[in-house]
């Protein structure tokens, strides 16, 4: 008996849960048009790279797809060029 009133006062906290509204997340370099992505930026590569050395996806940084794009081109080749690593530390 108690295990059943215990799920229906569950089952109704659970709806009056308010949900989370995502914010749509709006890139960065549309939003402000003097920013240029450039090899030769690490401090703003480093932020589009995890700490293993992976290129952040776009669902999660929030860039366009053409901004994603210049992204992947310029961490490639800041990583030729050994001003990126390759593989985290």
Do not use: W
Not at 10 to 31: G, L, N, Q, Y
Request: net charge positive; with cysteine; charged share 35%.
């Amino acid at each position: 008996m108690a295990e059943i009133v215990n799920k229906e006062v569950s089952e109704e906290r659970a709806t009056r849960r308010p949900k989370k509204v995502a914010r749509k997340k709006v890139c960065m370099f549309c939003a402000d048009k003097s920013k240029v992505i450039d090899y030769k930026d690490v401090n703003t590569l480093k932020r589009f790279v995890t700490e293993k050395g992976k290129i952040v996806p776009r669902r999660q940084t929030g860039t366009c797809a053409m901004h994603q794009r210049e992204i992947t081109t310029a961490v490639k080749r800041a990583r030729n060029m050994a001003i990126l690593p390759f593989k985290g530390e």
